[in-house]
Each structure stands twice: as C-alpha cells, then as structure tokens.
C-alpha cells in the first residue's frame, strides 16, 4: 500500500436509525464511531463519530458517521454541513425508512451533490430480498443527485461485497473535487475537550480556508482570542490543515467551560458574528405548509442551532418547492460564512421544512419598500457571486463607496489576501483605489461621477472667483459630500495623478485655470472695448479681437468668459462681440427710430450691413428688448 496522503474532502454517512451506519464504517475503517458509553448502552449513534477511510492507493478521506434517530436531527446536520460526498446507508431488512427520506432531503439542501448507497445487514434476510430493496432505493432516489449512482449490497459481518464497496468509494473519491484551501479559517467546533498537560482541544471539519500552527484565532461568536499550539489530523501531527479535513486543535488561551458547540475557530480579524443573513431560501416539496413571513424556525447552521425568524422580502409565503430570496433574523448571534448551507425546521413540531445558503452574511432587516428592493437586488447580485472576486465588485458598487477595512470584513478575506483581489479588479478597470491615510473602494462609475462632479464644481467656482487660485479643498470636499479630510486628499491626489485637477496650498483647480490679474484684466478689457468701439458696427468677430489683443490662449479664454459672466460681453449667431456699451448704444437707436423698426432702417441708422444688423436684432428678441411682428420689430417702451 502506498504512503498515506491526506486529501481535502469529507465523506458523511446517512441513513434511519439503527441501519448499520457505525458498523459498516468499522468495518471500512477499524474505527468504532460510538465513543459515548451511553451510545455503546442504547446501540445508537448520538454524537458525531469520525474516522479515517485509507484506500488502496494511500489517499486517506475523512468518514463522518452522523446519528439517524429523529432526535438527533441537530447532530445530522452539524455532521452533513460539512461533508462533500454522502455514503447513504439502507438496510436489507428494512428498506427505506423516515429518516432516510429526510436524510436525503436535507442532504439535498446542504448543497451535496454525489455520493452512493450501500444496502447493509444482507446477511440477515433471505436470498433475492437485497435486490428487491435495490429496486425500492432506485425508485426512491429518482430524481435527486443519487439517481444513477451505485448501489452495492453489502455485509459489515460476514465481508461480503466490501471490497466492490471499498472500490466504489475510491471511484466516489476520484470524481469529487477536493474543497479549495484558499481562504481564511473557518472552522466549526463539534467537540471541545481538555487533555491534561496540553489543555483545551477542539475538533471539526475545517469548512474554509487553512489553519498552521501559531496561527492567532479568535472564537465567535464570544470573540475570544487565542492561538493554535499543535494540530492533528486522524491523529497524525501536522504543521498545516485543510478545508474538508478533520481537524483537532490544541489551544492556547481558551479554556474548555469558554467553548461551546457552535462556536466557531476563525482566522483573527476576518470574521465577525452576526443577527440577520441575507439567504436564499428552498422549501422542501415536502414541506406540509408554507412558510410565513416572520414565522420562527430553528435554524441549524454549522453546528449551531438557533431560533430565528425568517423575512421574506416579496411575498407574504412561500409554497412547498419554491425558492425564495429571505433575511434570517437571529435570537442569538452566530458567525457564519458565504456560501454556507443551512436548514430550517419548524419550532414546533421539530420538522424539516427547507434550507438553502447563505449569500450574505452581516445584512440588516429593510424598513419600507425600497429597502426590501434593495435587498432582493443584493442577493440577486451576490448569489451568482461566489468569488471574493465577484463578491467584492457586487459590495462596493451597491455602496458606491467602501473603506478597504470594512471591505476585508463583509468579503471575509484577511487585508494581505484582499490586497490581490482589489489590485486584479483595479487592472480591469471595475473598481478604483483611493490609497493613503484611509484606504477607499470606489465602483468605477460612482468615481466616475464624483470626478465629473468635483471637475464641474471647479469650473463652476474659477468662474464666480477668477482671481482666487482655486477652490479650497474643504469646500470641494462639502460639495462632493465626501465623508472626511482624508479620503478627500486621497481622492484629490488620484485626480491630479490623472491630470484632471492641480493641487497646491490647500486648493484645486483645474489644467487650464489661469488665475486673473485684477490689473492685467482690466487694461485687457478696456483694449477689447476700445476695439469693437473702433469697430463701430461693422463687428468684429472672437477671432479678431484674440488676433487684436495678442493673449495667450487660456487668459484670452478667461477674459471672455468673465466678461460675459458679468454680462460686459455677449457672443452673438456667426461668432461676432457684442459689449455692453454697444448693447446700450443700438438700443438708443432702435428708440430713436421709433414706431415700427425694419432692418433696413437699422442698417441706414448705423451706416452697416444686413450681415452685422440681424444678429444683433435677433439677440434683441431673445431678450425681449424687441418683438417681431412680421417684417417689423416694436421696441418696448418706444413711443409708436
């Protein structure tokens, strides 16, 4: 045989009780499940048992044996949560049973998706029975994920077919993806024991991410801190442990009476407890009613159980067999993790009713309509969302903004493991950074709002200011309504790294802002004026009077820009100045004139052509100086 190697998934068994679940696991492993002596008096399972299964090629597979009675259905699931592949046990004397239905049922809501079914105790019926019940559990797994997948008769007694089993179970193995490690640890407590000399062990199945030695964890949902002093894996020492791995772990700083099942074993400063989850929700078509909204249930999640209250979000009920995305209202606080399964059993009679995953984990219960939109949005977006990837792109762009701590904290990603993941969503252009005293997420279309916003609000402000150097940044951040003076600077910083803006004395300004020389402006104001008077009313156009006045292009563009914001100057139709002074002047004339004024009566008045008179009549109408009443304009206030 070759040498043992620990692989990264866990197989569970299932089945009603008294079916032969701990025997036919011996009998696979040499390990005897049933380490409670109330479990050897009464000859069922109560707790979880566990076991390693090595087969022929070295790889080694952790066995959860998990009880079959009603009672402990609790127990079931804290085992059945964590496994990747289910051995489903039927027995040739019995057939299918309650809680092999159940089993199942549950099984299909934690998410597992492969397994095969093993008809034990053939030994105790007659020749021919065991196919008959083969053909009952075909018939009963038509339609779920064992249809289709191996059915071996099998003696845990006598030996019979335990080999073909055995080679089944590696076939089992090869199919089944290990669980990924990446991550951060997350690991559920199913046993919490002292051993003299070492002091507090813990036991589970690691559900996420890695646990090494001298690693610093924290218990939640209490918060405790402690660190890892020594691992085991099946009783091997080890320096590292996996998802989909039975792990034990030996902890310094926690004491056994500070544990409980339920209690979670967490990577320190990735994880935090919660009151309400955003999930999507499954009713069993089973289910004898619907569910209601706000009607408490048990929640079995990990290996808490709970009471809650189930919101739903766009319905009154949901109907046996549909799926629902809902809010999970907790009685009790309890750390749970994306992506993880979970079932839901009436309070009272304790009766599987559904289950399904959580999609998000630190949610709030909405008040009104529009949260409650907002909410089934968010499980829309982040229930195809199973990458940090995925999953943080979805968070930052329902905020719009995120601090990258808090960021680390609702993706539960450790900050160095996040790094990654923001940088591969910067290069693709779907978020933006903002680094500095207060690192900051930004969707690429709400920084895309605020840059053309603070842009806008500069242009806006060099326009009512032309001889201020620039908009202070207070004032900027008050128009942006960013939260603080440290994301402004970071934000600033970015701007001006793109050349969008100029920083410098507290201020921002845009490129192409040229601060106004009170002195300088007036001398070039009057030579404009004194032109387009030289002019007379032969206009001249903006070309000619830049070409006149010899500026440079950004100043000349102020100085028009401030002239007509304080309405010295207008730009007529074809480009031509219009001063104020000219303004009053064609108005003294249109008065002259008198009674109803032609355009040719204009153009003889000032000596000048049809080309410079209209736009100037057409100005003038606009302005309501002149109504045109066909080919004639009545000025207002002209005596007729």
């Not at 809680?99 to 105790?124: C, P």
């Not at 766009?314 to 209202?329: C, F, I």
């Not at 010295?568 to 139709?573: A, K, Q």
């Amino acid at each position: 045989m070759s040498a043992d190697r620990e692989i990264s998934l866990v197989l569970g068994t299932a089945g009603h009780i008294d079916h032969g679940k701990t025997t036919l696991i011996a009998a696979l492993t040499g390990v005897d499940c049933d380490r409670l002596m109330e479990e050897k008096k009464r000859g069922i399972t109560i707790e979880l048992g566990f076991a390693p299964l090595r087969l022929e090629d070295g790889r080694v597979v952790s066995v959860i044996d998990v009880p079959g009675h009603e009672r402990f259905i609790r127990q079931m699931v804290a085992g059945a949560s964590g496994i990747d592949a289910v051995l489903l046990i039927v027995s040739a004397d019995e057939s299918v049973m309650p809680q092999t239905r159940e089993h199942l049922a549950i099984l299909e809501l934690l998410g597992v998706r492969d397994g095969l079914v093993a008809i034990t105790k053939t030994d105790r019926v007659e020749p021919g029975m065991a196919d008959l019940v083969r053909e009952d559990v075909q018939e009963f797994v038509r339609g779920s994920f064992l249809e289709g997948k191996p059915v071996v008769p099998v003696s845990a007694v006598t030996g019979e077919n335990l080999e073909t089993l055995k080679r089944e179970l590696a076939a089992l193995v090869d199919r089944v993806r290990p669980r990924a490690r990446k991550g951060a640890l997350f690991l559920p407590i199913d046993r919490a024991f002292p051993i003299s000399g070492f002091g507090t062990v813990v036991t589970g199945t690691a559900y996420r991410g890695t646990a090494r030695t001298g690693d610093e964890v924290e218990i939640f949902p209490s918060g405790r801190e402690g660190r890892i002093r020594s691992l085991q894996v099946h009783g091997r020492s080890v320096d590292e442990a996996f998802a989909g791995q039975r792990v034990a772990a030996n902890l310094s700083g926690i004491a056994v009476d500070e544990l409980a099942r339920g209690d979670v074993v967490c990577r320190k400063g990735v994880y935090s407890p919660t009151r309400c989850f955003d999930a999507l929700l499954r009713i069993l078509p089973s289910a004898s009613e619907p569910l209601k909204h706000w009607q408490r249930v048990r929640l079995c999640i990990g290996t808490s159980d709970v009471l809650a209250r189930v919101s739903l979000l766009r319905k009154r009920a949901v109907a046996p067999g549909e799926e629902e995305p809902v809010q999970l209202v907790l009685e009790e606080p309890v750390v749970c993790t994306a992506e993880q399964r979970f079932i839901i059993r009436f309070y009272s009679p304790l009766i599987t009713i559904g289950g399904g995953r959580v999609v998000f984990p630190y949610s709030h219960k909405p008040r009104g309509a529009a949260a409650r939109a907002a909410a089934v949005a968010r499980i829309g977006a982040l229930g195809s969302a199973a990458a940090a990837d995925d999953r943080l792109r979805c968070l930052v762009e329902e905020a719009g903004m995120m601090e990258t701590p808090r960021a680390a904290l609702l993706v539960q990603e450790a900050p160095s493991d996040l790094a990654a993941v923001v940088a591969r969503l910067v290069k693709a252009g779907t978020l933006v950074e903002l680094k500095g005293e207060r690192p900051i997420l930004l969707s690429s279309s709400h920084f895309a709002s605020l840059e053309a916003k603070a842009v806008s609000e500069l242009k806006d402000y060099q326009k009512a200011f032309p001889s201020e150097s620039g908009m202070p940044l207070d004032e900027l951040m008050r128009r942006l309504t960013l939260p603080d003076a440290r994301v402004l600077r970071s934000f600033a910083a970015l701007l001006a790294e793109r050349g969008r803006i100029v920083t410098g004395d507290n201020k921002a300004r845009t490129p192409d802002f040229v601060v106004r020389s009170e002195g300088a402006f007036r001398r070039n104001s009057e030579a404009l004026a004194a032109f387009c008077r030289a002019r007379g009313w032969q206009l001249a156009t903006l070309e000619e009077v830049r070409s006149e006045l010899r500026m440079e292009p950004n100043a000349f563009t102020q100085l028009i820009q401030s002239l007509k914001n304080t309405r010295e100057l207008v730009l007529l139709e074809g480009g031509y100045v219009l001063t104020s002074e000219m303004e009053n002047a064609m108005l003294d004339i249109l008065r002259g004139i008198g009674g109803n004024v032609t355009l040719a009566a204009v153009r003889d008045a000032t000596n000048s052509s049809r080309k410079f008179i209209l736009p100037v009549l057409e100005y003038f109408d606009s302005k309501g100086y002149t109504r045109r009443v066909g080919d004639v304009r009545v000025v207002k206030g002209a005596v007729k």
